[in-house]
């Protein structure tokens, strides 16, 4: 069916990651003054980081506890050890968290909403600590969580301390923001080792009243230029309101401002984060879904609320494998509504995207992969399986205790990390990277993931020690659109590779399985077509986990790269590619706890508190994590120059 090339150990882990040779990077646009890095990689480097992180100022998370403030989180994402909740009274933690890796590259990202009101509730000379509202959130929090954010999302309102025209809670709002940009300037290395790299950012929290779906978005911006307060969906109440105040105040203006956005969580919006529309409900128009594509090249695919790559049901879909770390429910409200194909996974908006491309001439769904974590305790990056204490926010209360039993709800889990492709380690290098769209999504291992395609690329090209000096020069790598072929008859080549994680000395990475790649495309009937091919791996390779013991058995590969043609390939359909890499199997984090507990389901009377969900029939005791790669598009009547500059 197709043709194939796998060349399991051939591939060093250096040569799949950069090569010396050649200079294919294009020069990196300097937004800000900083030292030239020592080490820049012409052929790019992955960089690991998490883009979803809330300290003390979100409300969900200092109702639940937490009090890391950003440059804690910075300092915690480099290394270093952080306490979290539950504390003594005299302020003592009594948990704490450490990463057995530092990070690339981290963005505090804050709910914008309610910061003003938790900054007034939790200091004594501010206007408004001692309202009525500030006395329930220090005295009932939980109760708080839910009216704050009942009024902030649903009814898009302030609240009644906030004075007239919500002044007093806008003029507080001013400290933790500029407190969230101090913490990110301090911690960002301008040094010529460019160790590590801060992002000044903020979510932005929509809730559809009616369904209960998650809008939810993360704001990037560049550098240092930012604006005075962030937009939230109190002042700014639509996705293209948020756009339009990101181009007011930041992108149009005398600065050197300039901003991207991340939605998250499209597996719990009900369907409304890619549902073709408008935010008015209307049918998209061709303005709408450029200002959509230019502001939102990216999707956030994996977090701690659950996997939004693609929905998997016995008779309804064929991937397993879209079963990973699939939520319950289609919606954040609670509601009991369950999932379905098209209630936001990705792989659906992105043959949809190619559907709207036909009909209004721009694909506004035309967006990369990356995942992060969405802790709600300040700590970025800690996605490890066998050291999972929650992550708060939504999840299992530790404020006044530390959880007894599992730490977090049986369907939450670590989430993952965000891996840009970037010549550097610096801010311009890694937003350019984010804005091309060469970026990566893993559940939380540090795979290391290529993916290009071309009209030329060898058979043999995963043999060649210049491989990736090859495939830029001959192609396009991930998030990028291929350009028609120069002769008729031609089929596109794609090479996949990737390295399983090395881990450390105390805990070695997983062996990988195998790499798929997914193709979606129209068919002549404009139908949503899809196939899922192992290209390289062995899916049979009768690896397995003892979910007893947690001990793993079976080989697996350390890597693996392949050259795949599209031998089905019509020059007349559109379609996008994108790569899927499966570890091993190994045990799930609840598995683990459960387990270390003494839990046998099948003797009752071990099960004790707060370990019921270790025999739930929902209960998945085991996990294959992976990396997936952004898409590479082609569209047969359109030229890609123009649709990477919308």
């Known amino acids: 069916m197709f043709s194939l090339l796998v060349c399991g ?15 294919v990077s294009e ?14 990689y012409p052929l790019k480097y992955p960089f690991f980081g998490d883009l979803h992180v809330h300290t003390r100022f979100s409300l969900d998370a200092s109702t639940q506890g937490t009090r890391t403030t950003p440059a804690q989180a910075y300092r915690f994402a480099r290394g270093e050890r952080i306490g979290i909740q539950p504390w003594t009274e005299d302020g003592k933690a009594l948990r704490s968290m450490q990463l057995t890796r530092p990070l690339d590259f981290a963005m505090v990202s804050d709910h914008a909403e309610l910061i003003g009101e938790v900054q007034m509730c939790n200091t004594e ?5 001692n309202s009525w509202e500030c006395i329930l959130y220090r005295n009932w929090p939980r109760g708080a969580y839910y009216l704050f954010n009942t009024m902030a999302s649903v009814v898009g309102s302030h609240l009644g301390l906030c004075g007239e025209r919500d002044q007093l809670c806008l003029r507080a709002s001013l400290v933790p923001w500029r407190d969230t940009q101090a913490a990110a300037e301090h911690y960002y290395d301008r040094s010529a080792a460019c160790t590590f790299t801060t992002f000044i950012g903020y979510e932005w929290t929509a809730l559809d009243a009616y369904t209960g779906g998650n809008l939810h978005r993360n704001v990037v911006f560049r550098n240092a230029q930012v604006p005075t307060l962030p937009a939230s969906f109190i002042e700014h109440p639509s996705a293209s309101a948020l756009w339009a105040s990101l181009d007011a105040t930041c992108i149009q203006s005398d600065s050197d401002c300039d901003a991207l956005v991340i939605p998250h969580n499209s597996n719990m919006s009900a369907g409304l984060m890619f549902n073709g529309l408008t935010d008015d409900g209307d049918p998209m128009d061709p303005e709408y879904a450029a200002t959509r594509a230019r502001f939102e090249p990216l999707v956030e695919i994996m977090q701690h609320k659950g996997a939004s790559e693609c929905f998997f049901e016995v008779g309804v879909t064929e991937d397993e494998l879209c079963a990973f770390e699939q939520y319950d429910k289609n ?38 992969h990356i995942a992060s974590t969405d802790t709600h305790l300040g700590a970025p990056g800690a996605v490890q399986e066998d050291d999972y204490l929650g992550h708060g926010g939504d999840g299992t209360p530790a404020a006044k205790e530390a959880p007894r039993g599992l730490p977090d709800k049986l369907l939450y889990n670590p989430g993952g990390l965000a891996v840009l492709w970037a010549q550097e380690n610096s801010r311009d290098a890694l937003f350019e990277a984010m804005r091309r769209r060469e970026a990566y999504a893993t559940s939380g291992p540090r795979i290391v993931s290529r993916f290009f395609a071309g009209w030329s690329l060898p058979p043999n090209l995963c043999e060649a020690p210049d491989r990736i000096e090859q495939a830029y020069r001959r192609g396009v790598p991930m998030g990028a659109v291929l350009h028609a072929a120069p002769e008729p008859g031609l089929r596109p080549a794609f090479l ?10 105390a805990g ?27 290209v390289a791996g062995d899916a049979a390779n009768a690896a397995t986990v003892d979910t007893k013991t947690c001990e793993t058995h079976g080989m697996g590969f350390d890597n693996l790269c392949a050259v795949w043609v599209d031998q089905n390939f019509d020059p007349t359909q559109p379609a996008f590619y994108y790569s899927r890499v499966i570890e091993n199997p190994t045990c799930r984090w609840s598995q683990r706890l459960c387990i270390a507990a003494g839990v046998d389901c099948s003797r009752p ?6 370990y019921e969900g270790c025999c739930a029939t929902d209960h998945r005791p085991m996990v294959q994590e992976r990396a997936w790669s952004s898409p590479i598009w082609y569209t047969p009547s359109m030229n890609a120059d123009v649709l990477l500059n919308q």
């Open 9 to 23: 150990f051939v591939v060093l882990w250096s040569s799949l990651s950069w090569s010396a040779q050649g200079a």
């Open 27 to 40: 020069d990196i646009a300097q937004s800000e003054q900083r030292e030239p890095c020592a080490n820049v």
């Open 125 to 129: 000379t501010e206007e408004g600590h």
């Open 331 to 368: 919606n954040i409200a609670g509601l009991p509504v369950a999932p379905g194909p098209d209630t936001g996974f990705t792989r659906w908006a992105l043959a949809d995207g190619l559907l709207l491309q036909q009909q209004v001439g721009i694909n506004p769904y035309q967006f990369g």
């Open 496 to 505: 996949v590779a990737a390295s399983q994680d090395p881990g450390t000395a």
């Open 508 to 534: 070695p990475g997983t062996p990988l399985q195998r790499i798929q790649v997914i193709k979606g495309w129209l068919d002549a009937e404009g139908n949503k077509r899809e196939e899922v091919l192992d």
């Open 605 to 610: 009377v071990s099960v004790t508190e707060g």
